[in-house]
């Protein structure tokens, strides 16, 4: 089955500091990746995804995450901060399904979250 | 503009009395989720429903109950059952045969008084 662990569950940084937000997956088979944002009350908007293309994902609003095999982890990261990063980030991890001749259905299974602050 | 509406989006009801939540989708997918969230517990899967008339439970149905007779829509009944029904739902959308991106309504804020 899969799982998704979030490392520290709010992060705190300053307003132009690098943002690291951690996530570890576990998946018996090469899964499909994702990081979302959610503001206060708002539902969740996809800030980028990894599909098997390129290890390096480059999202909306500056942010990056990289896929690592070897360490099953999916870390998203931004080189500088700012004020309006400041909201909750999910990862989720969704298995292709080989019915569906190898997508996926969308069952994506989430991690607990990590709230963003940043100070100025 | 496509997307997904979810209404109402706060609901306060006595304990023991059923609501639905509503959900409905104009992006022509084809599947249709609803999810719970609680703080610090991430998002749980209620129910999915992967094409019409057709749906399956997720890993916290009990309680909860669907229904999907068209396309457009996923309404979610929280039933007298659910033991702990305070929380914020969220109903998302895919296409169901890409690569599990999830688009996701505004979410509803059910207090249960």
């Known amino acids: 089955a899969q799982s998704v662990t979030q490392l520290g569950s709010h992060v705190s940084v300053s307003e132009g500091a690098l943002v690291l937000l951690r996530c570890n997956y576990s998946?018996?088979?090469?899964?499909?990746l994702f990081w979302y944002v959610q503001y206060p009350n708002q539902g969740l908007q996809l800030l980028l995804k990894y599909t098997s293309a390129a290890t390096l994902v480059k999202g909306i609003n500056g942010f990056e995450a990289e896929f690592k095999k070897s360490e099953t982890s999916f870390h998203l990261t931004k080189p500088s901060a700012h004020m309006s990063d400041a909201a909750e980030y999910f990862c989720?991890?969704?298995?292709?399904?080989?019915?569906?001749?190898?997508?996926?259905?969308?069952?994506?299974?989430f991690g607990q979250g990590t709230i963003l602050t940043v100070h100025p | 503009d496509g997307g997904i509406t979810q209404s109402p989006k706060y609901l306060f009801r006595k304990e023991g009395q059923n609501v639905t939540l509503s959900c409905e989708q104009n992006l022509n997918h084809d599947a249709m989720y609803w999810y719970r969230q609680d703080p610090g517990q991430g998002l749980r899967l209620i129910y999915y429903s992967q094409i019409v008339n057709d749906f399956q439970k997720g890993d916290i149905a009990e309680g909860y109950s669907v229904s999907r007779e068209k396309k457009e829509s996923f309404p979610l009944t929280v039933t007298s059952a659910q033991k702990n029904p305070t929380a914020f739902y969220l109903c998302?959308?895919?296409?169901?045969?890409?690569?599990?991106?999830?688009?996701f309504g505004e979410g509803s804020r059910l207090t249960v008084l």
């Open positions: 998302a959308s895919s296409q169901g045969r890409r690569t599990g991106e999830l688009f």
């Open positions: 989720a991890v969704s298995e292709p399904s080989p019915s569906a001749g190898g997508t996926s259905y969308g069952k994506l299974t």
């Open positions: 998946s018996s088979v090469p899964p499909y």
